[in-house]
């Protein structure tokens, strides 16, 4: 079992940065592979990255591939999104996931738990 919550999300600038950090809670996290997706107005939830247990391999989808980078620290209990060269189009609820396995995965029925959400507003 493990919570989520979300943070960093605000209003910036195209070609700004912001960065994403989830807490988690629990003695456990070190066991869960944490992802980031993210859901537009009017559009379905959209994978971002993911990262293994332990950290090291990652994957981010192609749109934020050179832009994005998510990375954690498990001696805090945290993931982060770091976001450079934002766009317009990156606006959107970011939430935190977490996967109770091993495996890397883009779907998000492939995770159990989720945050609450992070908005981030990229204005032109």
């Known amino acids: 079992q493990v919570q989520l919550v979300e943070s960093g999300g605000g209003l910036v600038q195209a070609w700004g940065s912001l960065r994403l950090s989830c807490a988690a809670s629990g003695r456990t996290f070190r066991s869960y592979v944490m992802g980031w997706f993210r859901q537009a107005p009017g559009k379905e939830r959209e994978f971002v990255a993911t990262?293994?247990?332990?950290?090291?391999?990652?994957w981010h989808t192609d749109s934020v591939k050179g832009r994005f980078t998510i990375s954690r620290d498990n001696a805090k209990n945290t993931v982060y999104l770091q976001m450079n060269s934002l766009k317009p189009e990156d606006t959107a609820v970011y939430y935190c996931?977490?996967?109770?396995?091993?495996?890397?995965?883009?779907?998000?029925?492939?995770?159990?738990?989720w945050g609450q959400g992070t908005q981030v507003t990229v204005s032109s």
């Open positions: 996931e977490a996967r109770a396995g091993a495996a890397l995965a883009r779907a998000a029925d492939r995770y159990d738990y």
């Open positions: 990262i293994r247990r332990g950290g090291g391999e990652t």
